[in-house]
């Protein structure tokens, strides 16, 4: 038989997700299997015959639901909170039910508007300044959703880096790219997340970590001593990343005294606020932004504090068609009649001098690569018929990497029909996006500015209610300021105290928190993160915490 009535099931499944979060306080927050277990519970091989529903979804409750960790519950305190909310959730059916991929404006008008509006709102919510709007027809500066502040990363790690090769190659037009980037050098701090190391690795440069201070956070002085250091040994330092709230402690690197010094050595600067982002939207956090007017890009997770679903980074950018230079590529099957008049978030507005740049980094000279790639087009079978008038350098890019299976007669007829020439301009990595401007836009209009500024002080106030409990018993300590929603702590004396208190924590499973460790010290992390959270869900969890604690101390003192 064949499953029909799965319209009727599907809205069933809608209150099923309500009664699920309406009862989360039901569900141990970390689940007590061992791993193999679902392995030893479900078949090895997939059904031949389609089966019930009733079957599908026992399994769901059965097997499922008991091996996950409960994200939005309120004994959560692990990582950062990855929050929801019902126009967020409702915001990601309805996209999942039309389910339009928004890489270029012709691909979904709508969902490529909405992007950059709902961007603009957001943007402005915060307090960025302007040049990270998509308002002013001159401006360069825009904002795009990215799945992750680790993408994001990259993103801005690559834009940099095309811009820095782009500047070496003027002056040292005899070596290749590949050669110029082993001179090539950026900095982050040593609290920054392990995603700005990997974002280094993926783009073969190397990365310093400036020694933090005290308080975990980077200076500016710390950042030129170890700039005009590798300066005076020969590298080009061209890609700072500050962090605005550390992983470990919500530590806030000093964004005007790093900026100035970015600005001095020509250096990008990348803002990475992934989790305090969100406190932005009240004004009272502000002052944590200042220099943010300093900075190249700016990002940060509303799918983390915001109560919009994961995934949802947003992310500024001030010159956009750096970006462009750095993924150009500009396939005819994804032109349309209005490229270069409407943003894509795959394609953008900007007429880009690129092409001049694009040769300079590939250190050929664009008559050397015209008369190579006719001398060959001319050995093939399929030919390469470039008229001097027609030729378009970006088409014999994509022939180059293989994309060229639609005639070159078609191609053509593009480009005389788009006589602005304007050039594509790449906002992302992957082609394909989701619409994820929807959830966003649900959020931010259901709750409000007011209703957000509230979510995020009740957040912090219940942070301080917790920090006040840790501070009245002389058994524990706070070595780290609270900063926001967390609250880092620790038993007083070895490690393996706190390390011991964590584990059985987490065994007990009535509430789950992950440790960090900085300058030698191991310490429990502690977030509020569900919306959900009362007072009495603080008390609650202290309690655990304390009876833990004294057993501890017991089984090791006596
Ligand atoms: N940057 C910081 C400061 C973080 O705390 C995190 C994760 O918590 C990330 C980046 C990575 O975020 P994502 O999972 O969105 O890549």
Not at 36 to 52: D, F, I, N
Not at 54 to 68: A, R, T
Not at 428 to 444: D, E, G, H, T
Not at 509 to 532: E, L
């Amino acid at each position: 038989y064949i499953n029909t009535n799965c319209s009727f099931i599907a809205k069933e499944l809608v209150d099923y997700m309500a009664d699920y979060l309406e009862n989360i306080r039901d569900h141990r927050v970390y689940p007590g299997v061992q791993p193999g277990y679902l392995h030893r519970r479900l078949p090895t091989e997939a059904p031949q015959l389609p089966e019930k529903w009733d079957d599908i979804f026992k399994d769901v409750e059965n097997h499922i639901i008991p091996g996950l960790v409960h994200w939005q519950s309120p004994h959560m305190h692990a990582y950062f909170p990855a929050l929801t909310s019902y126009p967020s959730i409702m915001g990601e059916m309805l996209s999942s039910a039309l389910n339009c991929l928004c890489f270029t404006w012709a691909s979904s008008p709508a969902g490529t508007e909405l992007e950059t509006i709902a961007m603009n709102w957001l943007g402005k919510i915060l307090g960025l300044p302007d040049c990270f709007l998509n308002e002013k027809n001159d401006s360069q500066g825009g904002g795009v959703i990215q799945t992750t502040a680790s993408e994001a990363t990259l993103v801005s790690l690559l834009a940099a880096r095309t811009r820095a090769l782009m500047e070496l190659s003027k002056l040292n037009p005899d070596l290749q790219s590949s050669e110029l980037l082993g001179h090539l050098i950026c900095y982050c701090s040593d609290q920054a997340h392990s995603s700005v190391e990997k974002a280094g690795l993926i783009a073969l440069v190397r990365m310093r970590y400036i020694e933090s201070d005290d308080n975990q956070c980077m200076r500016g002085a710390k950042l030129e001593e170890a700039i005009l250091a590798d300066k005076a040994k020969g590298l080009v330092p061209f890609w700072v990343c500050a962090t605005l709230g550390t992983t470990g402690s919500v530590a806030f690197d000093n964004l005007r005294e790093i900026g100035e010094v970015c600005e001095k050595h020509s250096a990008w600067l990348h803002v990475d606020a992934a989790y305090a982002g969100s406190a932005f939207v009240c004004p009272e956090y502000r002052h944590w932004l200042d220099g943010v007017e300093l900075a190249d890009s700016f990002a940060f997770n509303p799918s983390k504090w915001l109560m919009v679903n994961f995934d949802c980074t947003g992310m500024w950018i001030k010159d956009s068609t750096a970006l462009h230079r750095t993924f150009n590529v500009n396939p005819i099957y994804l032109r349309h009649e209005n490229s270069g008049k409407a943003i894509d978030y795959m394609v953008g507005s900007q007429e880009a001098n690129t092409k001049h740049d694009i040769n300079i980094i590939n250190n050929e000279s664009s008559d050397t690569k015209l008369k190579e790639r006719q001398d060959s087009a001319s050995n093939s079978d399929e030919g390469y018929p470039i008229s001097d008038e027609l030729y378009d350098e970006s088409d014999d890019e994509k022939r180059l990497h293989g994309y060229d299976k639609i005639s070159t007669g078609c191609a053509q007829k593009i480009q005389l029909e788009n006589p602005d020439k304007k050039e594509p301009l790449h906002w992302q990595i992957p082609l394909s996006r989701r619409f994820r401007a929807l959830k966003l836009w649900f959020v931010l209009r259901n709750y409000g500015v007011v209703g957000l500024q509230k979510h995020i002080r009740e957040s912090v106030r219940l942070a301080q209610k917790f920090e006040a409990l840790v501070l009245a018993d002389q058994r524990f300590e706070v070595p780290q300021p609270r900063n926001l929603g967390m609250v880092v702590f620790r038993l007083k004396g070895d490690n393996t105290l706190t390390e011991c208190l964590l584990k059985r924590l987490n065994a007990r499973g009535h509430i789950h928190a992950v440790p960090a460790c900085f300058k030698g010290v191991y310490v429990i992390r502690f977030t509020v993160t569900s919306q959900r959270t009362t007072n009495q869900d603080i008390l609650d969890d202290w309690n655990e915490i304390k009876t833990v604690a004294s057993e501890i101390l017991m089984d090791m003192f006596g």
